[in-house]
């Protein structure tokens, strides 16, 4: 069994920056495609970036450049630098295993950490 612990959220003012990160254990030895997802409110939950082991990523459209995964192999964690914070991006992060970036399901979730951007 994996588990994947998320770190690093909290209430940040718009145009602020927060990294996040998730820590995978348990029967794991290598980390391959990693995600973050996130879900606002009512609204459904949706990819912001993955990654996968060969280095090829894949961003959510409302990223623009802000945000930025990336890995060390050897922690076997994953980051999530999110730059120029926006309200819109209030949300529950989550970070997620997958087969692949496009699979339409994840082998393990975190159990999500909150963020807030406000003034």
């Known amino acids: 069994q994996v588990q994947l612990v998320e770190s690093g959220g909290g209430l940040v003012q718009p145009g602020g920056s927060l990294r996040l990160s998730c820590a995978a254990s348990?029967?794991?030895?290598?980390?391959?495609?990693m995600a973050w997802f996130r879900q606002a409110p009512g609204k459904e939950r949706e990819l912001v970036s993955c990654?996968?082991?060969?280095?090829?990523?894949r961003d959510g459209d409302f990223v623009k450049g802000r945000f930025t995964i990336s890995r060390d192999n050897s922690k076997l964690t994953v980051y999530l630098q999110m730059n120029s914070l926006k309200p819109e991006d209030t949300a529950i992060y989550y970070c997620?295993?997958?087969?692949?970036?496009?699979?339409?399901?994840?082998?393990?979730w975190g159990q999500g950490t909150q963020v807030t951007v406000s003034a």
């Open positions: 997620a295993r997958r087969y692949y970036c496009a699979s339409p399901t994840s082998l393990d």
């Open positions: 348990g029967s794991i030895f290598r980390i391959n495609v």
């Open positions: 990654s996968s082991s060969d280095g090829s990523t």
